[in-house]
């Protein structure tokens, strides 16, 4: 069964930083690129970032641009997501997905910037 | 980056056929044929319904199709029954690397 795992969500006060993990299972993260896709309470989907499958690729939404960083180990099975300086308009439930399709989805995260 | 548009909103009585629109520009969902469908339910993590505007992945209804014209790319669903209740997204290959997702659209089973 496939499965993804998001975890580092919380409470984090503006200006500071969070580390999201989603550990994977059922598939060989090596195979795919990944994304991340946000959703704000009440809000729409919006894509964050993605990765090529061995990580030599990345790109990112003009909004965490410079901010955020992905990356992957896919030895550990496990896509990350480095997020710096953070806004109050980064609270959401962070996903990860797979592929460019988006085909399979964790349960999501849920970040708060808040002070 | 600006995000695809679809209505807010979209309802039908069960057993008729809906369509949700979500409209691009050319530079996303009018120069690709990469725009995906998401059904979510509340509080649930999106599902996976049609990509490469038309395809279906196993284990989808063929209740629900996909098409497009221009810049603008549709969802229909046909035979519409209680449980497709649900906000549905679509999403472009939006080049350079990025993707977009469309406003989102409720749908509502009356």
């Known amino acids: 069964e496939v499965q993804l795992v998001e975890s580092g969500g919380g409470l984090v006060q503006p200006g500071g930083s969070l580390r999201l993990s989603c550990v994977v299972s059922g598939f060989t993260l090596s195979s795919y690129w990944m994304h991340w896709v946000r959703q704000a309470p009440g809000k729409g989907l919006v894509w964050v970032s993605r990765?090529?499958?061995?990580?030599?690729?990345?790109s990112y939404a003009d909004s965490v641009k410079g901010r955020f960083t992905i990356s992957r180990d896919n030895a550990k099975n496990t896509l990350y997501l480095q997020m710096n300086s953070l806004r109050a308009e980064d609270t959401a439930v962070y996903y990860c997905t797979r592929s460019d399709y988006y085909d399979a989805w964790g349960q999501g995260t849920m970040v708060t910037v808040s002070s | 980056q600006s995000a695809l548009t679809q209505p807010a909103s979209v309802s039908g009585s069960p057993g008729q056929s809906i369509t949700i629109s979500c409209t691009g520009t050319?530079?996303?969902?009018?120069?690709?044929?990469?725009v995906s469908w998401y059904q979510q339910h509340p509080g649930k993590a999106p599902k996976f319904m049609i990509y490469?505007?038309?395809k279906r992945p196993s284990g989808v209804s063929n209740r629900f199709s996909g098409s497009k014209s221009g810049n603008t790319a549709s969802l229909t669903i046909s035979g519409l029954q209680a449980e497709d209740e649900s906000d549905y997204y679509c999403c472009s290959y939006a080049g350079s690397s990025t993707f977009v997702f469309g406003t989102g659209t409720k749908v509502t089973v009356l």
């Open positions: 990765i090529k499958n061995d990580g030599s690729s990345t």
């Open positions: 050319s530079s996303d969902v009018g120069s690709y044929n990469l």
């Open positions: 490469e505007v038309n």
